[in-house]
């Protein structure tokens, strides 16, 4: 095979996928990192969550539950008050070991998607990734796992396709392994 040959058969397998795909390389990643904050919760699990759904907040601390279980805090990246109020709340704190992000990094970018899946359950965040570089938090990703949804602040990317083909459940396995 010639050079030239060789070069057309690399640009074709590139452009239709027989080698890495060009998206591979053109994702725009959500957040430049070198420290991930992992907020978690086992609170309104089950028929617990009806307790949250029912309960009108009254108070400081039952306005901050329900916007942060339910969604709507944060506002943007600079309502960040919240993180250090989650322990009163419900959720405990683990570090996410570095030697995670690389593959963190393949569901934290814009992508396009094969299957698109959407539910018709109540979000019930609970879990948080805080992204920080420098100890400055970049970024906020809310999940619930369960229903395949979430609300990610502090980038510009087009998080629409987060969580998709099969990676709410990837991400899942990697976080609590």
Request: net charge negative.
């Amino acid at each position: 095979m010639t050079i030239r040959q060789t070069i057309v058969v690399l640009f074709i397998g590139w452009t239709f996928g027989d080698c890495n795909s060009p998206n591979e390389f053109l994702s725009k990643k959500f957040f430049e990192y070198d420290e991930i904050d992992y907020y978690l919760s086992d609170s309104y699990m089950g028929s617990e969550s009806q307790k949250l759904l029912n309960n009108w907040p009254t108070s400081e601390i039952d306005t901050l539950k329900y916007g942060v279980f339910l969604g709507g805090i944060p506002k943007n990246i600079s309502d960040l008050s919240f993180i250090g109020k989650l322990s009163e709340i419900g959720f405990r704190k683990d570090t996410i070991d570095k030697k995670k992000f690389t593959e963190i990094d393949k569901f934290f970018v814009e992508k396009e998607v094969k299957e698109h899946l959407a539910t018709s359950c109540i979000y019930i965040y609970r879990d948080i990734l805080v992204f920080k570089k420098n100890s400055k938090v970049t970024g906020v990703a809310k999940i619930c796992f369960s229903c395949m949804a979430h609300e990610i602040i502090g980038t510009n990317a087009n998080t629409d396709n987060f969580g998709q083909d099969g990676d709410y459940e990837k991400l899942e396995n990697l976080l609590k392994k």
